[in-house]
């Protein structure tokens, strides 16, 4: 028995919940929802609450899910859900028209999200978006699509309601050291291959062989006596 399928889930006035060959629909002033369960898990319905019976052994695994499920749907057609993002960067802004919000992340185009029927999309401010929808499944799963542009971009991103912002930051400075290794790499091979000119037809030059042991010495690259 689970402790969740226990217990019953009120109706709010305004609420209908109808049930046909193991689907429940429940109507309210946002809108309808309907999910198919089948038969493993009985659902009664006496005007005022709904409560739910596991059909066997087998089906008790469900039995709190399906509870928790129906109560979502009961809440999404009276209250709503939502989803707040904000994000994180420099120039970084979003903008609602319609079903779309355009993000503007430091690429060369905008990146353009298009909401599905039943989800609305706000941007109160430039760096927040707010998602909106009576399916909590559908709204959650829509945040995440523009969640995850954000954090494709190179040193912002979205932050979720309540996270905290240095886990962005330090992801910044680690992509920064990053570019700050390749650049010194890219510069030690190329007084590399103007030693080995040089060696040619002369001697190398003192800014040659004083570039090369700097980047010996801090970073572990290529030095004179490897030659």
């Known amino acids: 028995m689970s402790r969740i399928g226990n217990a019953p889930v009120k109706l709010p006035p305004k609420v209908e919940v109808t049930f046909a060959a193991g689907e429940i629909s429940v109507k309210g ?5 309907s999910r198919r369960f089948g038969e493993q ?3 009664e319905n006496n005007g005022e609450e709904l409560s739910f019976k596991a059909n066997g052994e087998e089906s008790n695994a469900l039995h709190g899910t399906v509870r928790a499920l129906v109560a979502n749907m009961v809440k999404g057609v009276t209250q709503g859900f939502e989803k707040r993002l904000t994000l994180v960067g420099v120039g970084y802004r979003a903008q609602a028209t319609g079903d779309k919000v355009n993000l ?3 690429f060369s185009h905008p990146v353009v999200h298009t909401m599905p029927k039943g989800v609305k999309v706000e941007t109160p401010q430039q760096t ?3 998602v909106k929808g009576i399916d909590k499944q559908q709204v959650g799963q829509v945040a995440l699509g523009v969640d995850q542009d954000g954090r494709d971009a190179v040193d912002g991103g979205f932050l979720d309601e309540g996270q905290a912002e240095p886990g962005l930051a330090a992801a910044g400075h680690a992509h920064a050291d990053r570019v700050g290794h390749q650049v010194l790499r890219v510069v030690e091979e190329q007084a590399v291959l103007r030693l080995l000119r040089l060696r040619v ?3 190398p030059q003192v ?3 004083q570039l090369l042991e700097v980047g010996g010495a801090r970073h572990g690259g290529l030095s004179t006596d490897s030659l």
């Open 29 to 33: 002033p946002l809108g309808t929802l």
């Open 41 to 43: 898990i009985s659902v």
């Open 104 to 106: 503007s992340l430091g």
């Open 128 to 130: 927040e978006i707010v």
């Open 201 to 203: 037809v002369g001697p």
């Open 207 to 209: 800014e040659d062989a």
